[in-house]
């Protein structure tokens, strides 16, 4: 079974940028469909992105534009580089497989001046 763990969360300010590694162990990590979602103050669970194992991608439509997903698959390593961050990023955000229910502790990011 594959277990995720999420870093690289801090404040920022407006505008700002972030990236966040997600690292995976366990077994058969390339084979995975990878997602980020995320659970703002007050708000529901949300879809962010995901990478299938061939490097496909897909992004929740509050953040295309301004994230991309990528992954390392000799690293089991899953990065999401956020970009323009706005206020309303400001979440835990999780990475995981949903297929398994598997998703790590989340890490927190937070958007303010």
């Known amino acids: 079974q594959v277990q995720f763990v999420e870093s690289g969360g801090g404040l920022v300010q407006p505008g700002g940028s972030l990236r966040l590694p997600c690292a995976a162990s366990?077994?058969?990590?390339?084979?995975?469909?990878i997602h980020w979602h995320r659970q703002g103050p007050g708000k529901q669970r949300e879809f962010v992105a995901f990478i299938s194992s061939t490097g496909d991608t897909a992004f929740g439509d509050s953040v295309k534009g301004r994230f991309t997903i990528s992954r390392d698959n000799a690293k089991r390593t899953v990065y999401l580089q956020m970009n323009n961050l706005k206020p309303e990023d400001t979440a835990v955000y999780y990475c995981?497989?949903?297929?398994?229910?598997?998703w790590g502790q989340g890490t927190q990011v937070t958007v303010s001046s």
């Open positions: 366990g077994t058969r990590f390339s084979g995975h469909f």
């Open positions: 995981g497989i949903i297929a398994a229910g598997t």
